[in-house]
């Protein structure tokens, strides 16, 4: 629980250093969820690798999707995905139930249009992660109802 609050901390103050960059005209608007999200993917690059530095191959895609919702997701978030779907053909979705980057932030309709700028970083975890197990995809999230979060997976056949 100790290193749950400064991560979320810096989580946040990145967001608004990016967020304030654009809006004083240092980086063009549209370039700062793609700006967080490589963050991302570069941070989730580096921790998979580390987290299967001890661990036999995985044999097919499922097996590194529920790689993914077991250890990555709870190293990263400290809980496990809360439900894993998909429809064989290179679709996942994953959900977290109560994400913990969005618990912070109020319930109300109003922060929902909000939300995309704090799961970017999210979507790149799980891209770079992805993309150093060798699986080359793309990651996009959706919020219904706060805190609750979807994160669709598209695998991109090579």
Request: charged share 25%; net charge neutral; aromatic share 10%.
């Amino acid at each position: 629980m100790a290193d749950e609050a400064p991560f979320q901390f810096l989580h946040n103050e990145v967001i608004q250093y990016i967020y304030k960059s654009a809006d004083s005209g240092d980086t063009e608007h549209g370039g700062d969820i793609s700006t967080l999200e490589n963050m991302g993917c570069r941070v989730g690059q580096g921790l998979v690798e580390r987290l299967t530095k001890d661990t036999a191959r995985f044999k097919d895609e499922l097996d590194i999707m529920k790689f993914v919702c077991k250890d990555f997701w709870t190293c990263v978030f400290k809980k496990q995905i809360d439900n894993l779907r998909t429809n064989h053909q290179g679709i996942y979705v994953l959900q977290d139930n109560k994400f913990r980057l969005l618990s912070q932030l109020s319930a109300g309709k109003q922060y929902l249009e909000h939300a995309p700028k704090y799961l970017a970083f999210s979507c790149g975890l799980v891209r770079g992660a992805l993309s150093n197990l060798g699986v080359k995809s793309i990651v996009t999230a959706e919020v219904s109802v706060m805190p609750a979060c979807k994160f669709q997976i598209m695998i991109q056949k090579m």
